[in-house]
């Protein structure tokens, strides 16, 4: 009975629990004439936002196989408007990265997509890299041109020489106008560069630059040089196959030339050691010649085939003992600026020149003041200029005196009209010895329209600027508007004078 009763309480407890938790209903009375609320479907719908997207009717998957991937979408880029780069030409865009640079033509591919391979096909660009660039980025570049070549310049250095072998048939395909290779580095036996004889199949050049250690061969017949060439530049070049006469044909078959320098040439070995044979340069239409070397190859100027020449300069570097200056001088008679080197001659080279030079406006001489026959040779010079404006001199490594020139002497050389024109008398490297200071006081005391007189000494000449320009200026003038100047030249400076 006890435990019958224990059971009923533990059932009416759990009933009580129960009932507490359920909520209280509440009968709500609508009255006789109202109707219980129509609840709404879309009431105990749920939210669109919590709405499950409906399965598409898809086609059965097949075992097996993959389902094709549909292609991304572009955007479709608007049209360029009006007036825009873009909207050009592709002829007009390419005629536009002709005038750049390379790097900057090469660097416009990054632009737009029409932009990514237009520098290659613009007409005439300008291939040009500077010292120290790795050859291959010039063979990357030639791969992908396809456009005609207006110039090309390269250093080469020691050990990418044979890249010019490939380079010049490939300008020569592209019609290259301006071509400058110099082949850099110390030289030493066997580091020339031998050019093939591609280099003459080059017809469309007008300017050629080579230097450095380069050797030209012999030209294939009726292609010794070139019909549109106006400038030439060779420096350090060898002519092993055909020494001078080879030079004188590319130069003579050159016919348009107007610049040309000679700097350093080497030729055959038994030209070398048997001597030269005179040769003339002959060119109608040249205007500037610079000839530089440290021996005589016997090349000969004559006033018939240079009748252009306006402005040369020729350095031999004393080694002229069998030269006719009487001839050269006489050749270079058309002349408005030279640049030459009197020898040092126990006579006088220039005794009896006839020709005048009407045309020398500016005469720069490297010559010595050490003995009488260099004295005279100056005044000779002086007497066939008469619309002279401006001399130099340039004093060569200083010698002691042999004899001393009084302004007396150069006095009794004077004629009429001497330095008349004269505006600029410049010396360079004086020591201020006896027959220096001569020649100063009588072009001061001759030249009445002077208006500068330049003094630069030496460092150890033994006279202060104060002491020269105190000296000088006791000299009779008769110029009264000419400005004097005195100054001091280091030795380092001399040493760059002397190898210019």
Not at 25 to 47: E, F, M, N
Not at 330 to 350: F, M, S
Not at 484 to 497: D, K, M, P, Q, T
């Amino acid at each position: 009975m006890a435990i019958f009763l224990m059971g009923f309480r533990s059932r009416q407890r759990h009933s009580l629990a129960r009932t507490k938790c359920e909520p209280r209903r509440r009968k709500r009375d609508y009255g006789a004439s109202r109707s219980p609320p129509v609840v709404s479907s879309l009431a105990t719908a749920r939210p669109p936002s919590f709405a499950t997207p409906a399965t598409p009717n898809l086609p059965p998957r097949v075992k097996g196989k993959k389902m094709e991937a549909s292609p991304p979408r572009r955007k479709l880029r608007p049209p360029p408007p009006p007036g825009a780069v873009d909207s050009l030409p592709p002829e007009i865009l390419q005629q536009v990265l002709s005038f750049l640079p390379l790097r900057d033509a090469v660097r416009t591919s990054a632009v737009s997509r029409a932009w990514r391979r237009l520098w290659e096909s613009a007409p005439g660009l300008a291939l040009e890299w500077r010292p120290g660039t790795d050859a291959a980025v010039a063979d990357g570049v030639l791969a992908r041109y396809s456009g005609p070549v207006r110039s090309f310049e390269f250093v080469l250095h020691q050990g990418s020489f044979w890249r010019a072998d490939g380079w010049v048939p490939l300008l020569a395909a592209k019609g290259v106008q301006i071509l400058k290779l110099h082949f850099g580095g110390h030289w030493h036996e066997g580091s020339s560069n031998c050019l093939g004889a591609s280099i003459f199949s080059c017809r469309e050049l007008t300017s050629l630059d080579l230097a450095d250690d380069c050797v030209i061969p012999a030209a294939p017949p009726g292609l010794a040089g070139f019909p549109k060439l106006t400038k030439l530049r060779l420096s350090s070049i060898e002519f092993p196959d055909s020494g001078v006469r080879g030079l004188e044909a590319l130069i003579a078959e050159s016919p348009l030339l107007e610049e040309l320098l000679l700097d350093r040439l080497y030729f055959t070995d038994d030209e070398h050691s048997y001597g030269f044979e005179e040769w003339v340069i002959r060119a109608p239409n040249l205007r500037s010649l610079r000839i530089s070397t440290s021996f005589d190859y016997m090349w000969q100027i004559i006033d018939s085939e240079l009748p252009s020449v306006e402005d040369v300069e020729i350095l031999t570097g004393g080694d002229t003992d069998n030269r006719d200056f009487m001839k050269l001088f006489t050749g270079l008679a058309r002349a408005r600026k030279l640049h030459l080197e009197i020898p040092y001659r126990d006579v006088n080279a220039l005794e009896g020149l006839s020709c005048t030079f009407e045309n020398l406006k500016d005469l720069s001489l490297r010559t010595k003041f050490c003995s009488l026959p260099t004295m005279l040779c100056k005044i000779c010079i002086l007497k066939n200029a008469p619309n002279l404006e401006a001399l130099k001199f340039l004093i060569m490594w200083p010698y002691p005196e042999e004899v001393e020139v009084g302004v007396d002497l150069l006095n009794a050389q004077w004629i009429e009209g001497l330095l008349d024109n004269l505006k600029t008398f410049t010396i360079y490297l004086a020591l201020c010895q006896q027959n220096e200071m001569s020649f100063i006081e009588f072009v001061l005391s001759k030249a009445p329209r002077l208006q500068e007189l330049r003094v630069v000494v030496l460092r150890n000449c033994p006279k202060s600027n104060e002491q020269l320009l105190e000296e000088i200026t006791r000299y009779r003038k008769a110029s009264p508007q000419v400005n004097l100047f005195v100054s001091r030249l280091e030795i380092a400076n001399y040493l760059l004078l002397q190898d210019d």
